[in-house]
């Protein structure tokens, strides 16, 4: 199935948390990204920061993405970006990854931002590919393990 119109972000409620937590990518892709359960959890106890959101279309839930916006962090990638994005397995490669970062760049340019930054984990199965051809470069900044990657609004 292909992307279509019907295409929605929902903010995570009681009656979608469900739905959101089963979203799942594939087993060799996990250490790139933690599970839903997680990112819900560290965004419950960061409510102004984490901007969580279910991706669905024509009902059917896609995806998980969170944005975090926290512009008067010392860090400057950390101002605003994409802090998890998971994609479900049998929903990737059809362009929802690209709505995904799509929708938290609208958020950041409606709250002022010039640009988003995402960390991500080099790897074969990692999303690195995936970001370069949206458009990110890296900053040069490393934090841990993690490639800081930019995209200019
Ligand atoms: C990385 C991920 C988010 C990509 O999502 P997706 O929905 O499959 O990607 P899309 O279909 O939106 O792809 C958008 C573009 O990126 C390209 N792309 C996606 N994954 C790619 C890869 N691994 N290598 C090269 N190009 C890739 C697509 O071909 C497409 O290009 P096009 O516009 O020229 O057709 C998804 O695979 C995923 O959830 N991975 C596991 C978790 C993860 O690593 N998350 C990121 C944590 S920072």
Same mark, same amino acid.
């Given at each position: ?6 295409t ?20 060799d ?28 279309d ?11 916006? !926290?512009?008067?962090? +010392?860090?400057?990638?950390? @101002?605003? %970006?994409?802090?998890?994005l998971?994609?479900?397995? #049998?929903? /990737? ?7 995904a ?22 790897? !074969?199965?990692?999303? +690195?590919?995936?970001?370069? @051809?949206? %458009? ?7 934090? #841990?393990? /993690? ?7």
């Open positions: 199935m292909s992307i279509t119109r019907k929605v972000l929902e903010p995570i409620t009681t009656d979608n948390l469900a739905e959101a937590v089963r979203i799942a990518v594939r087993p892709q996990e250490r790139f990204v933690a599970p839903v359960v997680q990112s819900l959890a560290e965004a419950y106890t960061q409510p102004d920061v984490a901007w969580p959101r279910l991706v669905r024509e009902g059917r839930p896609v995806a998980f993405v969170m944005g975090a916006f !926290d512009p008067t962090s +010392e860090i400057d990638f950390f @101002r605003a %970006g994409i802090w998890r998971n994609v479900a397995a #049998e929903s /990737q490669g059809q362009g929802y990854g690209r709505v970062v799509e929708a938290v760049a609208e958020e950041a340019r409606a709250r002022g931002q010039q640009r988003i930054t995402v960390l991500w984990v080099p790897g !074969d199965a990692g999303p +690195e590919r995936f970001y370069l @051809r949206l %458009g990110f470069r890296p900053t040069g900044q490393v934090l #841990e393990d /993690q490639v800081v990657g930019e995209l200019l609004l």
